[in-house]
């Protein structure tokens, strides 16, 4: 007995570890990221951190993929089987000007990683408790934020605050879902406040409104789950989280000089940054593309390339129709609808996962709409994360209830 649990304790201890390790190597690749958005919205494949970092964590995903388990969950299956897809187009077709092959490389592999982190986490949500998992997500979104504010800071001695449109605060937009599954009220508010001043910095349209629309939603479904059954409690409720949103919003633009409000109101004379324009013409390349590339695209990113605007299409389902083909499009949108399929399951089951996992969606949403969420590594990254632990607490609770 004394043998078998000095095993489970080492194993445990290994599980530890190398969730950790994982971990760690990830917010190395983020903190690339990050300070590479602080300045610009373009990808970057030439940092040589960046790609030792996406290498080795990579290595170590598909290593722990060898030996881990594997769901069967409908929304994992698709999920699995539209990165296949996506990074097999990559691997054979490949964006043009890509003569580097370690960018090469890590382009290929910053397909697939997002995937990877969704399996690890899966099988950590199975073998490590929810409270180790969570800790460790917030301790990462803590030194993520500290980073962020510094290199804020550093910017405004540089640019104009209303001329600043980093696109890093979409990261901690990515992670909110994760926040909202914290247990302690305290903390979980302080988190989620932090990372909207985070998102409002940005100066992003569509972030600031996912952001405050998921807030609401999250306490939305919350009240609905909640034992107290007055419904005059729950409008209560409610209508407080919205007017609490609704000052901070109006108290942050104020802080900025009214920039805020001020870019909403210039949607409709700007076309939501010239969006308008830019799907037309994402539409004509895809009417104009031939037989071939219908089915299979024309290779990773590639609107960018050949748009005469010299800009993605600020949309996953045009971008994803052009650059990976008609059956990553169809994968795609199947994934969008199996995400509801498992918010109604959630929400009906009335499972503590239902609140953030709605909330999720509507950042899922709102960003593949106006902007991309697939297309940038770092940002499906943390959304993978968040659907490979709920898919892991799920299939975990089933297996507690057979073993009953």
Known sequence: MQIKMHKSALIRIANISIFLFVMLLFFIFEREELLTNMLSDTDNYSSSLRNISLFVLTLTLSVCALYGRWSGNKLFICYMLLTIVVTTITAIIGPPKMDSIPSYIALVASTIMPFLMCHFMYNAALRLSSKTILLTIGIFIALQGGIYAINFMRVLRLVLLENYRGGGPYLFLMFLPFVMLFTKKAIKITFVILIMLCI?????????????????????????????????????????????????????????????????????????????????????????????????????????????????????????????????????????????????????????????????????????????????????????????????????????????
């Open 200 to 404: 409002v910095s940005s100066m992003k349209r569509g972030a600031i409104l996912a952001g405050l629309l998921s807030i609401i939603v999250y306490y939305f479904v919350s009240t609905l789950q909640s034992k107290n059954s007055n419904p005059i409690f729950k409008i209560i409720g409610i209508s407080a989280v919205v007017l609490f949103v609704i000052i901070f919003f109006l108290a942050f633009d104020a802080f900025t000089g009214g920039t805020i409000i001020e870019r909403f109101a210039n949607i409709s004379e700007d076309g939501g940054s010239n969006r308008d324009l830019v799907y037309e013409i994402v539409i004509l390349m895809i009417l104009e593309s031939d037989f071939t590339e219908i089915l299979f695209g024309h290779g990773w990113n590639t609107v960018i390339y050949y748009s005469p605007l010299g800009l993605s299409a600020h949309n996953d389902y045009l971008e994803i129709l052009f650059d990976c083909g008609i059956f990553a499009f169809f994968l795609f949108c199947t994934f969008i609808v199996l995400l509801f399929h498992t918010a109604k399951k959630l929400i009906q089951q009335k499972s503590h996962l239902a609140p953030a996992f709605a909330a999720n969606i509507v950042i899922i949403i709102i960003n593949t709409m106006v902007s991309h969420i697939y297309l940038y590594t770092w940002y499906i990254s943390a959304l993978a994360l968040f659907w490979g632990y709920c898919i892991g607490i799920e299939r975990k609770a089933s297996i507690d209830t057979e073993r009953q």
